[in-house]
């Protein structure tokens, strides 16, 4: 694999992990706030680094694109129009033609792309006001504007390896000159012998003299990508010059570069007054040149790699580096295999009874603890990342429908394993559609009921012992009950006489087919979809429940695991068989002795004077043989009270490395996963929530 393709493979990487949710969540945020100039910023920061990555890397489509598109929001950030949403929704577009362009170049057309090309060419021509260059520059008809052209002085150092991320130093000196005059200096008094010369190494830098009326923003977009890459400074050497005459001052300040590479500031400056001042031609100086201070101004900026420090000795940012996931899944495979092992040492230790063997199983145990907290985290992420594409799904929806709706999230750095979040993403993005399509109301429709004529979705994310707690609410119409329970009792699922209590109700919508909708639409209504969210939600060991109120809207919580791959659990036994209780659950242990802690007739615990119904394990499974004179219970912690399980013995704390059960047992009620004991053998996982569940479902209890 050549560094040409790996450098070209960050680039693609970056792009579609960083750059273009990036622009993405600044578009979607920028519509809401047409006017926040750090929202415009971040859009032409992003488009700018994807036009010069992409024509670095070869994607001239995308990069000659994002040329065009950086070219209209250049005009927005100097001032000259306003954000529309008419532009959000064609930079959104042309953002999902970028996505296309990094992943499968070939199924975007070269027609596709020149109409979006032109439809910004346009938007630009039509927009800016009669009489100024597009690009803001003077131009013959338009005489230039003294008061907004500078000289400035640029250094540019490239540390040595830059080349192996794929820049070529040259482009970037190339887009300097398109800002206005320039006269650039190289200085290759670095480079070695050739004997000792790396032919992948760079060993020139740059000085620069650029007449423009851009600004320094324009000058520090050039090198946006490279930062981390190079010593840069920027100096303005004179304000409010006349353009027109820099050539001959140029040249004499080119040929000082050249000599005295310390040089100065000042006697720059004083060396370009010198020359205006001694060239035919009085008109070539503004009367009010300016002198900018000298050094430390926000116009100048300098990074030393060597010290790790910028000019001010403030130590830069952390570095990270990109990894693949199937990296971390191989690793996480890995370490859970470990811990099957040291679980295996661990039992053997005790069986030989052999001090020093103790003691290394010990050792093993405390690293593989580390190892595993340390690797989990690893593969846990913000839930905030997966914001931005929920965003942009309230953003299209809400305007196909014509609704105005504002996604509100909280809770943004609540973390979860990524394998959770992106099986996440279709019953989130399903439960949206509803809330757009049947729970905000149509405007006129929410004034009439006294509501603000925006909607709003609130997605909030937060932790709770071992899992995360996910809501979705809306502040729409809310579910009518009546409707819910006249439908289930059309469909035979429910008996006319009954009387459930709501939330039993609201249960019935995710059973499948079932749709209370009066009106069937290309989103929703069919009854497609709810089991669906449970069926996802179930799969991830999750939970889902639905609250509404009728007139006021409608919360959907989820509480999911942290981590799907390995938990702490408490082992138990029932005759001859392992099962593993999630520690996460588990509020105590205790013996069961009928006439002292409760009845065994009535299924009772006496807990601290407070009654706790248990659940026979050995009864429930069907495991043949007799119970030991004092069986165990388990207390633990279900949705809705403390119930316990009994069982024969209580084994102690393990690890426990999830592993999915086969389809032959996908049928089995209460189990979640099983996984490998230090001696081979499997146990079973408990799903302690489902099991609570289906035992109340067979008891028939309401």
């Known amino acids: 694999m050549t560094k040409e393709f790996k450098a070209r493979q960050i680039f693609i990487e970056e792009a579609r992990d960083e750059l273009l949710p990036e622009l993405e969540n600044a578009l979607l945020e920028l519509g809401g706030h047409p006017d926040d100039p750090a929202l415009i910023n971040r859009v032409f920061r992003a488009l700018h680094t994807l036009k010069g990555s992409g024509a670095m890397f070869g994607f001239d489509r995308l990069s000659g694109l994002a040329h065009e598109m950086e070219t209209v929001f250049d005009n927005v950030r100097n001032g000259l129009y306003r954000v529309t949403n008419p532009l959000v929704e064609l930079t959104l577009t042309a953002k999902d033609q970028f996505h296309l362009l990094v992943n499968d170049p070939e199924s975007v057309s070269a027609q596709t792309i020149q109409d979006l090309a032109r439809a910004f060419r346009d938007m630009d021509a039509d927009k800016t006001p009669a009489g100024s260059a597009q690009d803001g520059r003077a131009t013959a008809d338009s005489p230039a504007d003294p008061q907004s052209w500078a000289v400035y002085h640029i250094r540019f150092k490239p540390r040595p390896g830059i080349f192996s991320t794929g820049t070529n130093p040259l482009f970037l000196l190339d887009e300097l000159t398109e800002l206005g005059v320039t006269r650039v200096i190289a200085h290759a008094g670095g480079i070695p012998l050739l004997e000792a010369m790396d032919p992948e190494a760079c060993y020139v830098w740059w000085d620069i003299l650029l007449a423009t009326d851009r600004g320094i923003n324009a000058i520090k977009d050039v090198f946006i990508f490279v930062e981390g890459d190079c010593e840069l400074t920027i100096d303005v050497i004179a304000d409010h010059v006349q353009p027109g005459h820099e050539s001959p001052v140029f040249e004499e300040l080119g040929r000082r570069l050249l000599e005295e590479e310390t040089i100065g500031l000042e006697t720059l400056r004083q060396a370009f007054i010198d020359k205006i001042r001694s060239t035919d031609g009085k008109d070539i100086v503004a009367e009010n040149i300016q002198r900018p201070a000298a050094t430390g101004g926000p116009d100048r900026t300098l990074t030393d790699r060597r010290s790790g420090k910028d000019r ?120 949206l559609r509803n809330s757009i399509d049947h729970g905000i109301e149509p405007t006129e429709e929410r004034r009439r009921a006294g509501k603000p004529p925006q909607g709003k979705i609130i997605f909030s994310a937060e932790h709770s012992g071992g899992h995360v707690i996910i809501t979705i609410s809306d502040d729409g119409r809310g579910i009518d009950p009546d409707a819910v329970r006249a439908k289930a009792v059309e469909r035979g699922l429910l008996n006319p006489d009954a009387t459930p209590d709501e939330k ?114 050995r009864e429930w499974f069907s495991i043949s043989g007799s119970p030991p004179g004092n069986e165990q219970v388990v207390i633990v912690s279900s949705e809705k009270a403390l119930v316990g399980l009994v069982v024969d013995e209580v084994i102690g704390l393990q690890q426990t490395v999830i592993k999915n059960l086969g389809a032959a047992y996908k049928d089995i009620k209460g189990i979640s996963g099983a996984t490998i004991q230090g001696d081979g053998s499997i146990a079973l996982i408990l799903d302690v929530d489902l099991l609570v569940q289906e035992a109340e479902e067979r008891a028939g209890t309401p």
């Open 312 to 431: 001010r000795g403030e130590p830069r940012s952390i570095s990270s580096m990109r990894v693949q996931a199937v990296k971390l899944d191989q690793l996480v495979n890995l370490v859970g295999e470990l811990v099957i092992a040291q679980t295996r040492l661990s039992r053997l230790a005790i069986e030989k009874d052999d001090p020093a063997l103790a003691e290394i199983a010990e050792t093993i145990e405390r690293l593989s603890n580390d190892l595993r907290e340390n690797t989990l985290d690893i593969r846990m992420l913000p839930i905030g990342a997966s914001f931005g594409k929920f965003k942009r799904v309230v953003w299209d929806l809400s305007s196909q429908r014509g609704k105005t709706v504002e996604l509100v999230t909280e809770g943004a750095a609540t973390e979860l394993d990524k394998t959770v979040i992106e099986r996440l993403d279709d019953p989130l993005v399903h439960l």
């Open 504 to 617: 039993e109700l609201f249960n019935f919508i995710f059973e499948p087919g079932f749709s209370t909708a009066s009106q069937v639409t290309d989103l929703s209504g069919r009854g497609v979809g709810m089991d669906v969210v449970k069926q996802s939600i179930t799969a991830l060991r999750g939970k889902v429940t639905v609250a509404s109120e009728k007139g006021r809207g409608t919360t959907v919580t989820m509480k999911l695991p942290l981590t799907l791959a390995i938990i702490d659990g408490l082992q138990v036994r029932i005759g001859g068989e392992n099962f593993i209780v999630p520690l996460a659950v588990v509020s105590e242990c205790l013996e069961l002795a009928g006439g002292k802690n409760g009845s065994r007739e009535n299924r009772l615990i006496n807990l601290r004077d407070q009654l706790v119904p248990f659940l026979n394990l």
